[in-house]
Structure formats: structure tokens, C-alpha cells
């Protein structure tokens, strides 16, 4: 037999993998790719936001799209997040795939009626008949210099609200894949995209993003540990892998798990890592009172109370207003703070405060 021929044979036999199709990209070139490969794959794909076009985004995540597939695909849109959403809404329910993206997270105020009013309960209002799927991109958290209202973290005023997905990536494989995963959705998805890290590069699988990836509303367990669970979200969960080392250059083993979904919780994998450690961490940019964290350690607290050995700890941000630019790295959790959190839900001396946060 020609050695040619038996290699090809063999190349295409029966259960032999198929070559996946891996690069090294920065998350915000992650977003870009997926959004191109979601225009590419479905026609009913459309994209709307201010400078979105011509201009690429602020950030360029878009860049390239709108002279690829048309300025009918790719809308450039008024300062106007209120009728750019409600505009969305109205695209959904002619059967189109509508993602918007919001400039800054602080700008997303405006559009905050059409999501919470609108949105989120046309799916349920109407027994599921009228499907909603939108996907809304809002790259939030501090960390850029930037001026007021472009350093907001709002997760939580959607995850508060029923009939919204709310998800948050920390790194280029989960930029493509969850973003693939949430236009393909039929309810809405808050995609929460961490703007400080949109140059973070990582190696990215580009195939079966819909069918053998992670699910969409599972967490992710970063690193195994037994000593504490530290649960982080978007930027920080960098932050909390220089943790993770720092910590066991100290001999004490965290658990990193990155919640990828704020709404619905994961609460069963944060659970089963709680009874393996006994202590928990939760950190996020935005502000304690009433943020995530205050959720997570309310329900851990519920499901795993024989089980826990010490009350658990939030790092957050602080109940302020977010703070000019120059004071940001004060305001905004790092590793000092984080490590400090982990002395004390283990009980350990020299923690920076007695007080949480």
C-alpha cells in the first residue's frame, strides 16, 4: 500500500479527534473573534452600540466588524442607551439576535428601565412564548484611570433581578466561549466584561464553544485547595491567583473558584469546596453593602453552617462612590487585603484590620 494513502486512512479514521483550532489571544480580541464568529453563523445576529463601527468601540473590540459585515449588522447608534435597548427589544421580538454593548458601565443608568421593566420579563410574562434573546456587553470595574462614571460595577442591580442572566468572563477562553454562549441564549444575558484585563492574553479553543464547553451558569474551580475558598468574578480573579501563591509560599492551600455566573449562583460547587475547607473568601470590586458577596455568604452560611469553622469574610470595594483615579488603588481589593481576609477566616495574627471589607 502507498505509504501516502495509509497515512491518510489513518489521519480520517473512525473515533480519531479532529485538530482543534487554538490561539493566543487577549480577552478583548477573544470578544472580537466571537462576535465575529456569531455574525458569521447566524444572519439574525446584530450588533448595536455607540462608535461601534467605524470606530471599533472605545475599546476596539469591535473593531473590523462593521466593514466586514455591513453597517447594517454592525449599528453605530445615538448617545442614547434608553432607545438603543429599547431598539434591541424591539429586534428580539421580530425574531433577530440583538447585542448591544454599553460604552462604559456607568452609562448603562439610562437603559436601567428597559431592562429591568422590559427585558427581563417579556419571557416570563408571556409564558415563554415571546422569546428575549438579547445580549448585553458592559465592560465595568476600576483600574484604568479613568474618569467618573467609566469605573462602575453594577452587577448586582441585575442580578437582583429575575429573568436576567448575569455573567462576568476573567480570561480569554471564557471572553469566547460564554459570549458564543450568551447570543445563542433565548433569554437575556448581562455579559460583564472586565475591562482592565482586556489585554490579558491566554490560549483560546475556538471549536465547540456550543456544545462542549462549560454550561453557561456553572462556576469553575481555578485551583484546588483544603485550607480556604476563595470565591472571585472579572478582574479579580487574577488578583486572587496572585493569592492563591502567595498564600502557599505561607503554607496555607486556597481553593480559587471563579463564579463566571452571578445570576443564577453556582451555589453547589461553592458548597462542595466550603465542606472541604471549612472557611470561605469572597471578593468583588463593587461595594459590600448588598453585593454579591453579601449573597454568597448568606446562602453558604445556610447550606454549610456545621461545616464552617469561622465566620466568612468579603473584600470589596467600599460603600462610596467610586474614587478619582489617583485614589483608585486604595479603593479597589489587591493582594494585601486579600491575604489579610485569609489570616483572619483562619484565625492567624498580624491581619491589617479587625473589620471586614
Known amino acids: 500500500m502507498d505509504t501516502t494513502t495509509a497515512h491518510a486512512e489513518t489521519a480520517t479514521a473512525p473515533g480519531t479527534p479532529e485538530p482543534k483550532s487554538t490561539q493566543t489571544l487577549t480577552l478583548s480580541k477573544s470578544i472580537n473573534t466571537a462576535l465575529k464568529h456569531a455574525l458569521r453563523d447566524d444572519e439574525k445576529v446584530i450588533l448595536l452600540g455607540e462608535d461601534i463601527g467605524k470606530l471599533g468601540g472605545v475599546f476596539r473590540v469591535t473593531e473590523g466588524l462593521q466593514a466586514e459585515f455591513g453597517a447594517d449588522r454592525v449599528m453605530d447608534m445615538p448617545l442614547a442607551e434608553s432607545g438603543i435597548v429599547g431598539m434591541a427589544v ?13 460604552q462604559f458601565d456607568g452609562f448603562i443608568y439610562p437603559a436601567y428601565n428597559q431592562i ?7 419571557r ?6 415571546v422569546k428575549v434573546p438579547i445580549t448585553i456587553r458592559v465592560p465595568f470595574g476600576g483600574g484604568i484611570g479613568s474618569v467618573e462614571h467609566h469605573s462602575e460595577s453594577p452587577e448586582a442591580y441585575f442580578a437582583h433581578t429575575a429573568g436576567l442572566r448575569v455573567v462576568s468572563c476573567s480570561n480569554s477562553q471564557d471572553a469566547y466561549t460564554m459570549l458564543r454562549q450568551a447570543i ?9 466584561e472586565p475591562k482592565r484585563r482586556y489585554w490579558a492574553k491566554g490560549e483560546v479553543e475556538l471549536d465547540g464553544a456550543l456544545d462542549e464547553a462549560f454550561p453557561l451558569n456553572r462556576a469553575r474551580v481555578v485551583s484546588e485547595g483544603t485550607d480556604v475558598t476563595m470565591v472571585a468574578y472579572g478582574p479579580l480573579v487574577t488578583t486572587a491567583k496572585d493569592a492563591v501563591l502567595a498564600a502557599a509560599d505561607e503554607g496555607v492551600s486556597i481553593e480559587l473558584i471563579d463564579l463566571r455566573s452571578l445570576s443564577p449562583i453556582d451555589y453547589e460547587t461553592i458548597e462542595a469546596s466550603v465542606r472541604k475547607t471549612g472557611h470561605l473568601v469572597i471578593t468583588h470590586e463593587a461595594a459590600q453593602t448588598l453585593g454579591i458577596g453579601s449573597e454568597i455568604v448568606a446562602s453558604i452560611t445556610e447550606r454549610c453552617f456545621n461545616w464552617l469553622e469561622a465566620a466568612p469574610a468579603r473584600v470589596t470595594g467600599f460603600d462610596t462612590p467610586y474614587p478619582p483615579a489617583a485614589l483608585e488603588e486604595h ?5 494585601d487585603r486579600l491575604l489579610d481576609a485569609v489570616d483572619r477566616v483562619l484565625g492567624r495574627p498580624n491581619s491589617l484590620s479587625d473589620g471586614e471589607g
Open 331 to 335: 479603593f479597589l481589593p489587591n493582594l
Open 116 to 122: 429591568v421593566a422590559q427585558v427581563a420579563k417579556l
Open 124 to 129: 416570563y410574562r408571556s409564558r415563554g412564548l
Open 90 to 102: 424591539g429586534l428580539a421580538q421580530r425574531g433577530y439576535r440583538p447585542v448591544v454593548e454599553i
Open 184 to 192: 445563542a441564549s433565548d433569554d437575556p444575558v448581562m455579559f460583564f
